[in-house]
């Protein structure tokens, strides 16, 4: 299964990220499931917009390179500019996990950070609760459980 995060801290966020669902969709991502909107600070200046955050599952044949191109391209479509790292954002995509795969170079599988990331495990586990991490074997529970309290206590779900 592939998993992927797509988040908004701008402009009408929810249309933002139905858009983007719309958008994977036209290019070959089929979504079997997708998660409950969850509502985070941005990170890391707690004074930006807030994010919304969802994950979503697909059973997609597409190579991840190719994921890349189209997540880029929908980015781009909905109206992603390329500003300073962790800047304000329509629309943010990324591969969280793509089955056991383990990649590293210009894309990273799974998702270097996404063990620390409440507003991608939350909703992961929302739709994949017995979500194990390829490299480390952690299931989704003891993920969650590793991160600060006020981690797990700022999210909301919208």
């Keep these: 299964m592939l998993y992927i995060g797509i988040g908004s801290n701008l402009g009408n966020r929810i249309r933002n990220i139905e858009k983007a ?3 994977l969709k036209l290019n070959g991502i089929n ?16 004074n930006e917009p807030k994010f919304l955050n969802i ?3 697909s059973n997609t044949k597409i190579s991840p390179k190719k994921f890349l ?6 980015e781009n479509r909905l109206g992603r500019k390329k500003k300073l790292k962790n800047s304000p954002r329509t629309c943010d995509i990324d591969i969280i996990s793509h089955g056991s ?3 590293s170079g210009e894309i990273t599988i799974p998702h270097k950070r ?20 390829p490299k480390t074997n952690e299931s989704i529970k003891k ?8 981690d797990i206590t700022s999210i909301k779900i919208l």
């Design 21 to 23: 669902k719309y958008f």
């Design 31 to 46: 979504i079997l499931k997708s998660s409950s909107y969850y509502e985070t600070l941005s990170w890391p200046d707690p």
């Design 55 to 57: 994950v979503i599952q």
């Design 69 to 74: 191109e189209i997540s880029k391209s929908v």
């Design 101 to 103: 795969k383990i990649l």
């Design 114 to 133: 996404m063990s620390k990331r409440n507003f991608v495990l939350i909703p992961l586990f929302e739709i994949a609760p017995n979500y194990a991490h």
């Design 143 to 150: 993920l969650i459980f590793s991160l600060p309290n006020k």
